[in-house]
DNA sequence: AGCAGCATCAGCCAAAAGACTGAGAGACCA
DNA sequence: TGGTCTCTCAGTCTTTTGGCTGATGCTGCT
């Protein structure tokens, strides 16, 4: 009788339960534990081979959940991970994909979402939410929209609130260029002053 | 036998489920309703008149916590306001708080915690969260550091990435307001530019 | 060899932001 | 009543930013 077996990872005891209370009322699904860190979901694992594993990212102290996913699939185990975080920002959702997780919900997902997301892991179907879904596609249609990795740089100190000038002494290169560079940023980011581009480059990049 | 009415405020379903079977351990809580929006919790008070409103602060689309709690505040009804969210900012706590919050829980909070806060707060005491509470602690310590909820609002519009002209329409201010209220920002965070001020909002205080 | 992309720089001009001073209205408190 | 705080606004001046055009050297690919 046994259906699919699920461990929740979240350092929120109320998302625990939420989802806890959620997935209790599918028969087939059935949670097996809870861990609130990465540390203590990689030991569950081990003892416990869940076919599915919900995963938050953000995780107070210690690991993360990009983090513990790496070593969920560095000890080669066959755990289906989804990850269930609040965010849909661009840089977490591709470093998730590639650590290796299946599918990627927000939390503001309906059960249903939820529970097909959960019995298409298993099977090997990568789920996930609409907006997660049209960010990834969007990118990919938008190679445009790639920073240069001198551009990156840019935009990482810009995010410590950096003048030109200081921009400029600090990546040695005069200021003529460091507006170069940024006239290039807002364009890729679609934003016109550097205010907005700080506040995009933090939410939307996952930056900080 | 009515024990403590609860209404839940979130956007999350998962968070809300979770407050609801965590409450419905204990006999003398009783949720009666749930809202996922501002707008809603505005229509079910009115309608049933809870002694106690749980509300998250970051709700999706729409009214967001604070506005929820000031528009509750001035239908002078009677509830008990408990915020319940994720971050600790120093923004967020003093608008709340100023706005009319009885309490101030993070999400990482125990079950014991909320069950007292709750019940606390029905009998006119304030309760909030360990780091919540040295924060503001520390806040009454550097009283030039601390600001003014219209300086937070104003703070916290900035980390959107807003120019002043577009400041000033969204508080309807001048602009000339807004650059004198800025300069008070920026004295009281230590910083000399806007992006600095955004940077230093967003990683010290926790906005986003 | 030629082309595209990247990083570098200059100069010009308009717009935005910031520093400084001063000031009035309302709230709150001693 | 007087003092303090907060929020509001104005004007001036300097600095910073951003938009635009154009240009050079390097790399890698075809």
Do not use: C, W
């Not at 445009?144 to 000038?165: F, H, Q, V």
């Not at 600090?170 to 550097?194: C, M, N, P, Q």
Request: no cysteine; hydrophobic share 45%.
């Amino acid at each position: 009788m046994t259906g699919i077996t699920v461990l929740l990872v979240d350092d929120h005891l109320v998302v625990r339960s939420g989802l806890r209370a959620l997935l209790g009322t599918q028969p087939d699904l059935d949670v097996v534990a809870e861990a609130a860190s990465g540390e203590e979901a990689l030991e569950l694992v081990e003892q416990l081979a869940p076919a599915v594993v919900v995963m938050d990212l953000a995780m107070g102290a210690g690991m993360d959940g990009i983090d513990a996913i790496r070593q969920l699939r560095q000890r080669n185990s066959r755990q289906a991970i989804l990850v269930f975080t609040t965010y849909d920002s661009d840089a977490d959702i591709v470093r998730a994909v590639d650590a290796g997780a299946m599918g990627y919900l927000l939390k503001d997902a309906t059960p249903d979402e939820i529970f097909a997301a959960i019995r298409g892991a298993v099977q090997g179907k990568s789920v996930m939410s609409a907006p997660v879904a049209s960010r990834l596609f969007q990118q990919l249609r938008n190679p445009d929209e790639i920073l240069t990795p001198r551009e990156a740089e840019l935009l990482s100190l810009l995010t410590e609130g950096l003048s030109n000038r200081e921009l400029g002494q600090r990546l040695f290169i005069s200021e003529a260029t460091v507006k170069t560079h940024l006239a290039h940023i807002y364009a890729k980011l679609g934003v016109e002053t550097r205010a907005a581009a700080i506040a995009t480059a933090i939410r939307r990049e996952g930056m900080r």
